[in-house]
């Protein structure tokens, strides 16, 4: 996560563009067989792990009013059904770079089963990739909390191929 005081979130839009600060962190979930997995947090200030304790990482989160998210669901292992239901993520990624067109059938399938919203994230790890995919918000939004709220409402919508994909090359 980028430190706080290095990224002023209340500065408001660049060029049509806000930048928030979130962390994707590594879950343990220990049950009867333990499951790994990334959830993305927003609107909470943590460590990206990995973090042992599921139980400790959601009292982190929630205790903060953040949000969270299972990140690329069926990228690493199977247990992403488990991990939604025993972190009580807040809703599913179902497109970024890192979700195969046949994942992304299985997470929005998860997401419906669930009753989760769905979203999606560039996941952008070159320039290339930011704006591929993005999250439409019912309401415009301005900092990380909102971002938790809007996504806890359900309030949010996966969008592919969005029209600034591109513009940092």
């Known amino acids: 996560m980028y430190p706080a005081e290095l990224l002023r979130e209340d500065a408001g839009p660049a060029d049509g563009m806000v930048v928030l600060r979130a962390v994707e962190a590594t879950v343990e979930v220990v049950a009867s067989e ?67 067109p046949e994942q992304a059938e299985l997470a929005r399938s998860l997401a419906r089963r669930l009753g989760l919203p769905m979203v999606a994230g560039s996941d952008a790890h070159q320039a290339k990739h930011v704006g591929r995919y993005a999250t439409r918000f019912v309401r415009g939004v301005a900092t990380s909390a909102e971002v938790a709220e809007e996504i806890r409402a359900g309030s949010v919508a996966p969008v592919e191929g969005h029209g600034i994909a591109g513009l940092w090359e």
Request: charged share 25%.
């Open 34 to 100: 333990p499951v790994t997995g990334h959830v993305l947090v927003f609107g909470a200030d943590i460590a990206k792990g990995p973090w042992h304790d599921h139980r400790a990482f959601l009292r982190a989160v929630r205790d903060q009013g953040g949000a969270t998210v299972l990140a690329h669901p069926y990228r690493y292992e199977d247990g992403a059904e488990r991990l939604a239901e025993l972190l009580r993520v807040d809703a599913v990624e179902v497109a970024s770079v890192n979700v195969r």
